[in-house]
């Protein structure tokens, strides 16, 4: 088992010694517009492909009916003579139909 990891050990160091030249040709590579847009596409589609896997939609509905009450008790709550309380304007209660 030792020699295995002495070996593999062995095989790091041998790359090591090329880490300059593949730098540089890494380095040449990207000096290319062409080259750096195909990366920066391979990039963004690989990103896309595992926000797509990784991350579930959710249904934000009953959230929303959750908020719109709420926001409706609390202009309900007003007593006569206090400071007028108004609904935020915001892109999150847009999404509200009773708020829009």
Same mark, same amino acid.
């Given at each position: 088992?030792?020699?295995?990891?002495?070996?593999?050990?062995?095989?790091? *160091? =041998?790359?090591?010694? &090329?880490?300059?030249? $593949?730098? =540089?040709?890494? +380095?040449?590579?990207? =000096?290319?517009?062409?080259?750096? *847009?195909? +990366?920066?596409g391979f990039?963004i589609q690989? +990103?896309?492909?595992?926000?797509? %896997?990784?991350?579930?939609?959710? *249904? &934000?509905? &009953?959230? %929303? =009916?959750?908020?719109? %009450?709420? $926001?409706?008790? $609390?202009?309900?709550?007003? +007593?006569?003579? /206090?400071?007028?309380? /108004?609904?935020? /304007?915001?892109?999150?209660?847009?999404? $509200?139909?009773?708020?829009?």
């Amino acid at each position: 088992m030792q020699a295995m990891m002495l070996k593999t050990l062995g095989i790091f *160091d =041998e790359i090591r010694k &090329y880490i300059p030249v $593949i730098t =540089e040709k890494v +380095l040449d590579f990207l =000096e290319s517009p062409e080259n750096r *847009d195909k +990366l920066k596409g391979f990039v963004i589609q690989k +990103l896309d492909e595992y926000t797509a %896997n990784a991350f579930a939609e959710v *249904d &934000y509905t &009953y959230h %929303n =009916e959750v908020l719109a %009450n709420i $926001i409706m008790i $609390i202009a309900r709550l007003q +007593l006569p003579g /206090s400071r007028k309380r /108004s609904v935020p /304007s915001t892109p999150m209660f847009s999404s $509200i139909p009773c708020l829009r």
